[in-house]
């Protein structure tokens, strides 16, 4: 890109009859010109950042999009954690769609070009992002524990987890507004503000120096440390319920009496094809249902823990560059430009991350995954169905289920008696 500009006449020094000289009209053009191409023109490493960006683009919007479909299209995936995770994906698509490419043009220019009006907009809709990111992890979290640690006190269900996604973003959008009051657009160069956006910048503009200083600091712990204890007490509580001894919601009398499938078979005198008496079947399904909430508890731990790292650094450097005032007169300004640069790769990392997380943790939205690309691509074998499967194709997998587990193979019997063996005092 080259700046655009209307040459005027142009004065420069002034000669011995007191008198300034002329400057060739085309001097501020050679100017910009040779700032452009040695100055602002990406470098090597900066090429890496691009294609770094671009890879995070592309995952984010695609990952995301699919995450929200497969809960969307499937009646049976929509429950409460899966509605705050399509709420989560939601503010993923938002900062990578407006948020990202400006991010990347600032950070290889090192200019604002998008005027005064995105210099407001953009800004606030990253802090909303961020506000409704925590918000979203820290109810997961709340109604996780409720569910696992607490089931009698608190019932959720989906009605609710509506409601508390639209008090999320009513609370997220009301709370930033002071982000976009403060954030003004000038020129680090005045004298060539009328002729081109190249060293523009967009950054805070405070009445007071302590005013910054209180903002950043209640951000700091509102956005981040405060609600990242809170999950991480409410997750170890969630981890000790699930990784006891004790199975949550079976009484020990149940475990006392447990028997093999194949052992209360034969004190029945009954045949192979027989379903398993009442007991069994609750202890099976106990059995499941532990496993089922193991395997959720663990992605959202994973979850939480990559939104806490990708998030660490931007929350430190601004702490550090708007509470404290360092960074202003830094003596290696290229290791502090690669330190933000970074940091700002990673927020929107975090967005691109979370459906691999899904995808690797999560069997349902693995399953939605392979569906969707099988079908756009046609060497990954037959185009799967999005939608939920018939209650007569449930039904016939229910039974081919239940004979499969009254089999008395010893391999049926090994798989039940090593998820039994985990749990018994």
């Known amino acids: 890109m080259e700046p655009s500009a209307t040459p005027g006449p142009q004065m420069g020094a002034p000669t011995d009859s007191g008198e300034p000289s002329p400057v060739p009209p085309d001097y501020e053009d050679e100017f910009l010109r040779y700032l452009w191409r040695d100055y602002l023109y990406p470098k090597q490493y900066e090429w890496v950042l691009i294609a770094a960006y671009v890879a995070v683009f592309l995952v984010a919007l695609v990952g995301n999009t699919l995450v929200c479909l497969a809960v969307w299209r499937n009646h049976h995936m929509r429950t409460v954690t899966n509605y705050f995770i399509v709420n989560l994906s939601l503010a993923d698509v938002l900062v990578t769609a407006i948020c990202l490419p400006a991010s990347l043009l600032v950070d290889i220019t090192e200019s604002w070009l998008f005027g005064h009006a995105l210099c407001k907009v953009i800004p606030y809709l990253q802090a909303v992002s961020v506000s409704v990111a925590v918000l979203t992890l820290s109810f997961i979290a709340l109604d996780r524990w409720y569910a696992i640690c607490h089931p009698l006190l608190f019932k959720s269900t ?22 976009a009051a403060v954030m003004e657009c000038s020129s680090v160069l005045p004298e060539l503000a009328n002729r081109t956006r190249l060293f523009s910048v967009c950054d805070e503009r405070w009445a007071d120096d302590l005013y910054p200083r209180i ?6 712990l509102v956005t981040y440390l405060a609600p990242l204890g809170l999950m991480a007490v409410a997750y170890f509580q969630i981890f000790r319920k699930l990784w006891g001894r004790q199975i949550p919601g079976t009484t020990s009398a149940l475990v006392r009496n447990w028997k093999r499938p194949s052992d209360q078979l034969e004190d029945q005198g009954q045949g192979v094809g027989a379903e398993p008496p009442p007991r069994a079947r609750a202890f099976l399904a106990e059995v499941k249902q532990m496993r089922t909430r193991r395997k959720t508890a663990k992605m959202l731990m994973v979850v939480l823990l990559v939104f806490a790292l990708c998030y660490l650094p931007i929350s430190v ?26 940091s700002h790769w990673l927020v929107y990392a975090h967005s691109a991350a979370n459906p691999v997380i899904y995808n690797f943790l999560s069997g349902k939205f693995r399953e939605q995954f392979k569906a969707a690309f099988s079908c756009c691509l046609p060497g990954l074998g037959p185009c799967g169905s999005l939608k939920a499967p018939s209650p007569r194709s449930s039904a016939s997998h229910k039974s081919l289920s239940l004979q499969s587990r009254c089999s008395v193979s010893k391999v049926s019997e090994h798989v039940v008696l090593t998820s039994v063996t985990t749990v018994l005092p």
């Open 215 to 220: 903002y950043h600091s209640c951000f700091f």
């Open 317 to 342: 450097l601004n702490v550090l560059k708007r509470v404290f005032g360092m960074f202003h007169q830094a003596s290696d300004r290229e290791a502090v430009y690669a330190c933000f640069t970074f």
């Open 158 to 179: 989906a009605r609710r987890a509506r409601g508390s996604i639209l008090g999320i973003w009513v609370v997220s959008l009301a709370v930033m507004v002071p982000q």
